[in-house]
């Protein structure tokens, strides 16, 4: 149940990836229990089956009755259930514990649910789908927005390190792993679409010295660029903020093909330096259409700097919203497209209709990738908010039952040793494509602090101002009477604000103390990343006046809320509440955790 490898065009293989995607998604109940039948075929044996099925022979047992088997006697888990195995997979256990390949890869997915880093397996199976999916998401685009065959693609994308693990793995986030791929050099050829920017600005380390060159790399291809494209809605809009600075140093390399002393790296300068020449005629092009863009707020910049580009391509959805308009502003009637769905575990679905607006996205769900359950969910207050979960629980359904209108969480069981595993994000069946379900993502369950890559729920948050309230109460013997936070997003660099109401005298350096304390105490990797590449500000500690809690109480009853049922939020973006905060806001201090 693969697409064929078709070694043409990319038009030969974007119609024959078209066409297996289409078969499958007819039949995609049936190919969803053969898929479960190959996972557990090529699983059978290993520990974490054993403990729930035991010694059962599955050969002669036919596929819908080893789907019933297995969902009757596998429970539904949380990663909590699964990191022991993983754990000892980390640690150099050999025996076949959740898969029967041998497992050499560790992904760091940046959601966590009790402040530590979470690993999930990575193997062969990842790279192909994550292949395969971009391959499909680009066939589906290029029936809407035809791309030149050998143009360049302008892409903020950035490697972290990778590290072993006490057993000797490697580990890292899945997207290092993937462009330190083969995958990721043949879906360029497939796609005959190439990256302005080499491997060695791609991995540098260095987010500000890479998207530098990114630029840079970008305007020397101008001409040649397709699209415009990150991982994440919010790069983007980093990128053009920061070349707003740059500009003139940018045109200067171009004009005389120097790169700016601020690019410190001697393997990418080196790189860079062996792509571009002098270009006085481009750069001075771009210096005048920079100068009259500088006149209109950056409006259109997008179109005005890259002529040829197509559309803008990147996840837009969930907590990435609030850039849109932003992203909107420099794409100046630019298409923007949402980049498909999918988390560190698994891909789930391909964006099979990108003439639609983000707001309107779906996914269509690819029944081979991965075994698919859905939980339903009934909300007792029809709010999807930061810090507020009531979602009453039924038992998941398969793919092949799931209805338009309802939401349910994702339960995953994949090729990587995951077994009906809870994503804990919210969807909803928005209709189908064929027969496999289109999806709507609402929201993450319990998520309350995200700005980038990073993710981290009330359980984080909660342990980091534990850590900066045992500060306080040492140094100073003051107490914390509240506290709440909010991802700051209209400044760039994003950056977290925790707002803090307190009993007693405490002086400022404690404060400042406290405050790094909590930056410091973040430990999703999504989060330490972004705030060691400084795609990420310092964390804002902002101390309100005595009451101001009382406030806020008063002000939830005041628009209908029952008292017994109060909860002061964790984190909030409610307009109010931030106008009551900002405005009882006596102190404002910044960490300097990671300067």
Not at 183 to 188: A, P, S, T
Request: charged share 25%; with cysteine; glycine share 6%.
């Amino acid at each position: 149940m693969e697409p064929k490898n078709t070694n043409g065009s990319s038009r030969s293989y974007e119609h024959d990836i078209i066409s297996w995607f289409e078969d499958i998604s007819k039949k995609a109940g049936q190919v969803q229990t053969e898929t479960l039948r190959r996972i557990l075929e090529l699983n059978w044996g290993v520990e974490y089956l054993n403990k729930w099925l035991g010694d059962i022979n599955i050969q002669d047992m036919d596929a819908s009755a080893l789907e019933s088997l297995y969902t009757s006697l596998v429970p539904p888990a949380s990663h909590a259930d699964l990191e022991p195995y993983i754990s000892r997979i980390a640690d150099g256990d050999t025996v076949p514990l959740l898969t029967k390949q041998p497992i050499t890869l560790l992904s760091l997915s940046s959601g966590t649910t009790d402040g530590r880093q979470k690993f999930v397996p990575f193997t062969d199976h990842s790279a192909r789908t994550t292949l395969q999916i971009f391959s499909l998401a680009a066939a589906y685009r290029s029936r809407v927005y035809p791309t030149r065959e050998g143009g360049r693609i302008l892409e903020f994308i950035y490697s972290s390190k990778q590290f072993k693990t006490k057993g000797g793995l490697t580990a890292g986030t899945a997207t290092t792993h993937y462009y330190a791929s083969e995958e990721f050099k043949i879906k360029q050829e497939k796609t005959k679409c190439f990256t302005c920017s080499p491997q060695e600005v791609i991995s540098g380390g260095d987010y500000e010295q890479s998207t530098y060159c990114h630029l840079l790399l970008g305007l020397f291809f101008c001409d040649q660029v397709e699209f415009i494209t990150s991982t994440f809605a919010y790069s983007i809009v980093q990128a053009f903020t920061a070349f707003e600075d740059v500009w003139r140093d940018i045109c200067n390399d171009i004009k005389h093909g120097t790169l700016s002393e601020r690019i410190n790296l001697a393997k990418m300068r080196k790189a860079v330096l062996s792509i571009i020449s002098p270009n006085p005629s481009l750069a001075s092009k771009i210096e005048e259409n920079c100068k009259e863009l500088e006149t209109q707020n950056w409006l259109g910049l997008i179109t005005k700097l890259w002529p040829n580009s197509k559309y803008v391509y990147s996840i837009m959805t969930g907590s990435m919203q609030p850039y849109l308009q932003k992203l909107r502003h420099y794409a100046g009637g630019l298409p923007l497209v949402s980049a498909d769905y999918g988390s560190t575990e698994s891909w789930i679905g391909a964006n099979v209709d990108p003439y639609l607006p983000p707001e309107d996205v779906t996914f269509a769900v690819i029944p081979t990738f991965s075994y698919y359950e859905f939980m339903p969910l009934y909300r007792e207050n029809h709010y999807c908010g930061s810090a507020i979960d009531d979602f009453i629980e039924d038992e998941p359904v398969p793919l092949s039952k799931v209805k338009v209108g309802q939401e349910y969480e994702i339960v995953l069981t994949t090729f990587t040793g995951l077994y009906r595993c809870r994503l804990g994000d919210v969807v909803e069946v928005a209709g189908f494509h064929k027969g496999t379900p289109k999806l709507n993502f609402i929201c993450r369950r319990k998520l309350i602090l995200t700005i980038n890559i990073d993710k981290n729920t009330e359980k984080d948050l909660q342990l980091v101002v534990e850590k900066g309230s045992q500060l306080l109460m040492s140094k100073a013997r003051a107490e914390l009477v509240d506290f709440t936070s909010h991802a700051e997003l209209e400044t760039q660099p994003g950056h977290y604000i925790i707002y803090w109401e307190i009993k007693g005298d405490v002086e400022e350096e404690v404060l400042g103390e406290c405050c790094k304390k909590m930056d410091a105490s973040f430990v999703d990797h999504g989060y330490v990343v972004s705030r060691r590449t400084k795609s990420i500000g310092p964390l804002e500690l902002c101390i309100v006046k005595t009451g101001t809690f009382k406030k806020i109480l008063e002000y939830f009853i005041g628009n209908g809320a029952a008292l017994s049922q109060f909860k002061t939020p964790r984190c909030t973006s409610n307009h109010g509440l931030l106008k009551i905060l900002n405005g009882s806001t006596i102190k404002r201090l910044y960490s300097t955790a990671y300067s």
